[in-house]
């Protein structure tokens, strides 16, 4: 590709005309209620945008005049039941949800209340055929929401990846994988195990009959008992499969009393009446006040009540898991987010310098990053028939299995090596024959050079290439009358990847190829930060609860950095190209030409795969 002027808003929509009329008719579910029923009626039209000089426009009025959202109440159909009243129609829901998000408003009732304003909403309430007496309101936002699910959401998502891809803006050559932590919207009181069970705890049956007898004792030596002193009973935590670094299992105040003067006339508390002792209390003058209690609920079907606690470190949204990321201003400190991790997935393309996000999957924070790599990558190859040349990833994504995956799909992994304890200390590394980056050492204890990937044999070569004769203060103790000195390239070894499969690449670690291919990583970075950034101010602090409202969100998100860069990125050749035309300023015919992307990177993406 020489010049980038193929995507222009002419040529955009020239393709789009055709890419509309195939998606819908990949998409004819029919929709279960009759048109009368429906409380909105989505139509697909196409609007000039106003473009300024500087540059801005409406992203909300541009997506909708490009794409045709109409596969959504195809898509979301199976979602609806022909029984039941009247709806809005989900093709309208989702646009204007989408349309919130591009226009970065921060809530639903600010996005409400302009679609309720005469002027300023009536843009919107166009765009997704929403009448003016007939505006939805927070409440059916969020039953469309619960009613679609994350999965139909995730649908609709790879349904605009495909349009992105049809266009030419994403082959899924080179993928980049990470993962971001974002908050929940609930305080973490202290627990990071508890789960519904922990609302209705039971305590031992034998607990009202031990608390009686305590408080029996108690009245019988009235020099034990000091007035307004907290005593408390104690609940054990009920989980037996705690993790192995929990040595102590967890306790909870279930319940605690305090013993006041009684006043005249006044009557014993609950708590007297069901342990029996009104009478022993009132002789001596006592009474018992519950000052805390966890007890949910007591069954009194039984001989012996029993009793039931709720604890008291539970937090409001269960599925929320603590997670832990590096401090912005601190690498070395970490930072604990209670909350949800979603893992994006990255397209790069080099040849048009464009990253788009084109993945996401989301689980609870304490969920390692490599967990979701296969499924996702998956995903995106059945659905996209994409074939990809190169996977990168941190550290997290270094597992076995993955390896496995990647390289099953004649593609090359790029992952950081995670070195889990291992001894790097110079003496450990030379005493096992190869450094940290799977670079062996040469008998003098020279560092060897790559010299290549035999793919037959599946195996990196490595040769010392005489480096005591060409640069002698690179080896600290050379050996005498060396008999490598004799050969062509000195000592020469191999690295099996199947002896070494998390360590040793097809691209070795040691090589400036390498680092060249894993700086690309910084491209999901950038689209983590953009979903949190104040641009969309989606994942920094979002008002959810629970991991459905989470994976929406957090897809959401990465639909709205989808759309955004690519209609930035059209805007700006489009932009380029005009004033290249009316002014023939060499400058702006510069910025219309593609990239340059590394001769290597295109031979290893252009070469012919052999099959697996």
């Known amino acids: 590709m020489k010049d980038l002027t193929s995507f222009s808003l002419k040529e955009i929509q020239r393709k789009l005309n ?32 106003d473009i300024t000089p500087q540059g801005y426009f409406s992203f909300s009025k541009l997506a909708t005049s490009l794409i045709n959202f109409s596969f959504v109440r195809s898509l979301v159909a ?37 679609l309720h304003d005469q002027d300023k909403g009536r843009g919107y309430r166009t765009y997704a055929g929403i009448s003016p007496d007939r505006i939805p309101c927070e409440a059916d936002f969020s039953h469309f ?90 609940a054990l935590c009920p989980k037996k499969d705690l993790p192995p670094c929990v040595k102590k299992r967890p306790s909870f105040i279930a319940l605690s009393f305090i013993f006041l003067p009684q006043e005249q006339e006044q009557k014993q508390s609950e708590l007297a009446h069901i342990l029996g002792l009104e009478k022993e209390l009132s002789q001596k003058g006592l009474y018992l006040k519950t000052s805390s209690s966890c007890i949910s609920k007591i069954d009194l079907t ?150 290549g990937y035999d793919q037959t044999k599946k195996r990196v070569s490595f040769i010392c290439r005489k480096q005591c004769l060409t640069s002698p203060l690179a080896v600290r103790s050379p050996i005498d009358n060396c008999r490598y000195l004799g050969t062509e390239c000195g000592y020469s070894t191999h690295m099996s ?34 979903c949190k950034s104040s641009d969309l101010n989606i994942l920094d602090s979002p008002r959810i609860y629970g991991l459905t409202m989470a994976s929406i969100e957090a897809s959401m998100a990465c639909i709205t950095t989808l759309l955004k860069r690519v209609m930035r990125f059209v805007i700006g050749i489009t932009r380029n190209l005009i004033k290249y035309l009316k002014t023939w300023d060499k400058s702006y015919k510069k910025k219309l030409e593609a990239p340059m992307v590394p001769t290597f990177i295109l031979s290893l993406i252009q070469r012919k795969r052999s099959p697996p």
Not at 32 to 40: I, T, V
Request: aromatic share 10%; proline share 6%; charged share 30%.
């Open 18 to 49: 055709s890419i509309n009329v195939q998606i819908n008719l990949g998409h004819h579910e029919v929709f279960p209620k009759e048109r009368y029923r429906l409380l909105s009626w989505y139509q697909y039209k196409r609007r000039f945008v």
């Open 78 to 114: 199976s979602s609806y039941s022909k029984e039941g009243g009247y709806c809005f129609d989900p093709a309208s829901m989702f646009v204007l949800h989408l349309c919130r998000y591009l226009d970065e408003f921060k809530t639903e009732k600010s996005f409400i209340s302009v």
């Open 145 to 234: 929401k619960k009613r679609i699910g994350p999965e139909k959401v995730d649908q609709i998502f790879h349904v605009l990846v495909e349009i992105t891809k049809r266009i030419g803006l994403v082959s899924g050559k080179i993928l980049s994988y990470d993962g971001t932590l974002f908050p929940t919207f609930a305080n973490y009181k202290g627990c990071n195990y508890a789960n519904e069970k922990c609302r209705s705890i039971p305590l031992k049956k034998d607990f009202l009959k031990r608390l009686r007898s305590r408080i029996i004792n108690l009245l019988n030596h009235p020099e034990k008992i000091t007035l307004n002193k907290q005593r408390r009973s104690f």
């Open 302 to 451: 039984q001989d012996e009540p029993l009793i039931y606690v709720n604890c008291p470190k539970i937090p409001a949204d269960l599925e929320a898991k603590i997670g832990y990321r590096r401090a912005n201003h601190n690498p070395n400190k970490k930072v604990k987010i209670f909350g949800y991790e979603s893992m994006i997935t990255t397209n790069i393309e080099l040849k048009i310098g464009l990253e788009l996000p084109i993945g996401c999957v989301t689980s609870s924070a304490d969920t390692l990053d490599g967990s979701y790599l296969i499924p996702e990558r998956n995903k995106c190859i059945k659905e996209h028939g994409f074939s990809p040349y190169f996977d990168i990833g941190d550290c997290g994504f270094d597992i076995k299995k993955n390896f496995r995956h990647i390289r099953k799909t004649q593609s090359i992994p790029i992952i950081d090596y995670n070195k889990r304890g291992e001894k790097t200390d110079l003496k450990s590394l030379r005493k096992r024959g190869y450094d940290e980056k799977g670079t062996p050492f040469a008998p003098c204890g020279v560092l060897c050079r790559p010299n």
């Open 497 to 530: 990847i199947k002896a070494h499969p998390r360590l040793v690449s097809e691209i070795p670690r040691c090589s400036n190829r390498w680092k060249k291919i894993r700086n690309l990583r910084s491209a999901s970075e950038r689209s983590n930060g953009t």
